[in-house]
């Protein structure tokens, strides 16, 4: 356990103890996360007063597991999720129910599967170095946005790993589109809250269009690239990545491959999923670190240490650099809030909720339950390394959800993370630019409101990647 003498607590709302409906719908349009009330951080289950809907927020470890795993097949996402998810992403493993999601789990498992994600690890590397490289081009001290710079990377994983033919000419394009979208799709308005239909105009939906038309294009041309290869080259063995499973993949009922649009929406949701929730856990993590030196410097010991020795099995030598991931995702996890709505009347604890009701399960805030967590605004990795972590409860850390609808993806996502952090904490000091203004903003993933401008200056210390 470290010295306590300097606990660093980041950059979070102060929950109000009240809101006014005006207020809470301005926060709400502003940011979300400054929605929550103080009762919601002390309480195990809240039902808010609210004049538009009927809601239940959920912070208990068992009603958690209640509604997400013993009775799940009640709780299906709710009007506003499906909203969120419909732009692009609807007929893909996110946002599918019931036959086709299964379908979907099965044909997409065998990628992420341990075996799989473990050989990933040098491409991994890989990316790490040649961003690595990019950076020491640039000189000592050079100016980063930490954030962008964790999004281009984690493109350029993806590229080297599930999408082996690449993911467009032009990287950075991609990923100013990407921003655009989550900045449009993320946002919850009052005619959302209020349930106006989707076919009523909404801010910013002639961008977000755009933003889809070039995706499409994207995708497309991701898919005819695959087939022309495969066409011209008869003989060659098909890779083994994400498109060639989605593209092989039959319905074991009616034996007929996916439609294309369930496949631009896979392509689209791990473009998109694959990305910016790593991209934001590194983001979080190195900044993090910049204000905590004692695990700094634990993180470069255990770096020098562990990236002297082979590939295979890095990141599970990683403790240290790990448990700092994990307690990023902790304070700043990537999806900060779940909901669900009923298909059938029910009762949670003490509380009968309605069909069509709205539960909500925001991780942000059990993350940082007073119940739940010793010191919840504090930034301490040690609660996460082998000794400490069996005593956290299991249904109190969701950083990738839980359930049947756990995130696919999320050993490939702490993996990278954890061999990206070491390999750049070992070759650079990265340092917050004084000043910086620093604030966690919810877009469907919490993310750097004003990104994360630092400082780097490279290390003498030799480092590997190839």
């Avoid at 994983?157 to 950075?172: C, K, M, R, Y």
């Avoid at 990141?315 to 990537?334: C, K, M, N, Q, W």
Wanted: glycine share 6%; aromatic share 8%; with cysteine.
């Amino acid at each position: 356990m470290l010295n306590r003498t300097f606990e660093y607590r980041p950059p979070a709302p102060e929950p109000p103890e009240r809101l006014g409906l005006l207020d809470l719908l301005a926060r709400m349009k502003r940011n979300p996360l400054e929605c929550w009330t103080a009762e919601v951080f002390r309480e195990p289950v809240v039902k808010p007063r609210l004049p538009f809907v009927d809601a239940l927020l959920i912070h208990d470890p068992s009603a958690i597991k209640y509604v997400l795993l013993d009775n799940a097949a009640n709780y299906r996402k709710d009007s506003i999720q499906r909203r969120i998810l419909s732009k692009g992403l609807a007929d893909g493993l996110l946002s599918v129910e019931g036959e086709r999601w299964e379908v979907q789990r099965r044909t997409l498992a065998p990628l992420f599967a341990r075996r799989t994600v473990v050989s990933f690890g040098r491409a991994m590397l890989k990316a790490a170095k040649r961003l690595s490289d990019s950076w020491r081009e640039l000189g000592p001290g050079a100016l980063i946005d930490a954030t962008a710079e964790m999004t281009s990377l984690t493109l350029s994983v993806l590229a080297l790993t599930i999408f082996s033919d690449g993911i467009g000419d032009d990287i950075e394009e991609f990923r100013a589109a990407m921003n655009d979208y989550f900045g449009a799709v993320g946002r919850i308005g009052v005619m959302d809250l209020f349930g106006v239909p989707d076919f009523v105009p909404r801010p910013g939906r002639t961008r977000l269009t755009r933003t889809m038309v070039y995706f499409e294009g994207v995708i497309d041309d991701i898919i005819e690239t695959r087939r022309h290869r495969l066409a011209c080259s008869a003989q060659e063995e098909d890779s083994k990545d994400l498109l060639a499973l989605l593209l092989g993949a039959l319905d074991p009922s009616t034996g007929k491959p996916m439609s294309l649009r369930e496949v631009r929406s896979n392509i689209l949701t791990f473009l998109s999923a694959g990305h910016e929730t790593t991209a934001n856990a590194l983001a979080w993590s190195l900044f993090l670190l910049s204000q905590a030196p004692e695990w700094s410097m634990r993180v470069q010991e255990e770096a020098r240490r562990e990236l002297s020795g082979p590939a295979e099995g890095l990141a599970d030598r990683l403790i240290v650099t790990r448990a700092v991931v994990e307690e990023a995702l902790r304070l700043y996890p990537s999806i900060a809030a779940l909901s669900r709505t009923p298909n059938e009347p029910d009762r949670i604890g003490s509380f009968d909720v309605r069909a069509g009701s709205l539960i909500v399960i925001a991780p942000y805030v059990l993350h940082r339950h007073e119940a739940l967590w010793d010191r919840p605004e504090v930034f301490d990795p040690s609660r996460f390394l082998p000794e400490a972590r069996t005593r956290i409860p299991r249904f109190a850390y969701l950083p990738f959800g839980v359930g049947p609808r756990t995130c696919i993806g999320s050993s490939f996502a702490l993996q990278e993370a954890t061999i990206v952090l070491a390999f750049l904490t070992h070759g650079f000091e990265i340092d917050l630019v004084p000043d910086a203004e620093v604030w966690p903003l919810q877009r469907i993933t919490l993310r750097p409101a004003h990104g994360l401008p630092m400082r780097i200056r490279p290390r003498n210390a030799a480092h590997r990647g190839e």
